[in-house]
């Protein structure tokens, strides 16, 4: 019986960002008709536009093996990492017009290569390396157990490829916002037991720059090429900062703690009680719309909540599974 593999071909249309920073006013896009075969992937098809149709086209690569992150873009508004999508993947997924883009359209340099200056400051501001005390002739192995080595959730497998800190809305409209990625690795070496870092966690609790203005859209999550789960990672720093009775009374902090005591109350989310909880006196500013939600029956008043009939059951599962006190 043969085992040959048959190579297939389909005729692709590209779209491509095209944007010189040095000589363009606006960006533009080209197009370009190719045939695809079933064994290339989306960074095959970056080096055969340079190498057959302009040498001017431009575009990071390195390790071509999924972990340098070099060459990450946009397919079709997904973020990928050239180098590992197949492009049967691609025209399975999206069909035989695809657009290739930047990770970042407003910080292009030329083509596919973005001015990542802000990702590598927010990243440097978390503190991205383990603080101790060492000692520098050892006599034996520091050695971590595989239980403490579980707690970092993955986190170490981040290739820095920025994928999910361009994919955050969060990040685009607040430039102090540090983003999934610097998150991902704030936990990463929060959770290592062999960090004494005092600082870090505070930093990443501070409003604004912190993960409590992490608006939870799972767009992280989605842009992960190597699957770590930004947005986990930042709920971890959310459970931290509580353990370690560092988490300040702002609207975000009361959002969470007023979460858990409605379903602790009703065993069903009170929806007005939580924004009263959450805002406090500034709740005035939100009547108007709760008025409207009101009358289209999207909010009931506390006396109208029914409570859930398995609220035992439910206030067991919270306090089982609570990790912290809030």
Not at 15 to 34: G, Q, W
Request: aromatic fraction near 8%; charged fraction near 30%; include cysteine.
């Amino acid at each position: 019986m043969s085992t040959e593999h048959k190579i297939t071909t389909q005729k692709v249309n590209f779209k491509v960002f095209r944007f010189n920073a040095d000589e363009d006013y606006l960006p533009y896009y080209e197009n370009y008709d190719m045939e695809v075969t079933s064994e290339e992937v989306v960074l095959d098809i970056l080096n055969r536009i340079k190498w057959d149709h302009d040498g001017s086209f431009s575009y990071r690569r390195s390790c071509r093996h999924g972990i340098c992150g070099a060459c990450a873009i946009k397919v079709n508004g997904r973020s990928t990492l050239a180098c590992k999508e197949s492009m049967n993947d691609m025209v399975e997924l999206f069909g035989n017009e695809l657009v290739i883009e930047p990770l970042s359209k407003k910080r292009v340099i030329k083509d596919m290569i973005i001015d990542k200056a802000d990702f590598w400051e927010k990243h440097d501001a978390v503190t991205p390396y383990l603080v101790a005390e060492i000692d520098e002739n050892p006599q034996s192995e520091n050695l971590v157990s595989p239980e403490d080595a579980d707690k970092l959730d993955e986190a170490d497998l981040c290739i820095q490829c920025g994928a999910c800190h361009y994919a955050c809305p969060a990040v685009e409209v607040n430039e102090d916002f540090f983003g999934p990625a610097a998150f991902a690795a704030a936990y990463r070496f929060s959770a290592d037991v062999r960090d004494n870092s005092t600082s870090r966690l505070a930093d990443v609790n501070e409003e604004k720059q912190g993960v409590w203005d992490c608006v939870k859209c799972f767009e992280c999550a989605e842009a992960c090429p190597k699957e770590i789960n930004p947005i986990g990672k930042i709920t971890k720093l959310h459970q931290m900062a509580f353990q370690e009775g560092i988490a300040k009374n702002n609207v975000a902090v009361r959002h969470a703690v007023g979460f858990k005591k409605s379903i602790m109350k009703n065993g069903v989310l009170d929806e007005g009680g939580l924004v009263l909880y959450s805002e406090g006196p500034a709740i005035v500013k939100h009547l108007p719309v709760a008025f409207r939600m009101f009358t289209k029956g999207k909010i009931v008043p506390p006396w109208g909540i029914t409570k859930s009939e398995n609220l035992d059951e439910i206030q067991k599962l919270v306090k089982s599974s609570s990790t912290a006190k809030f």
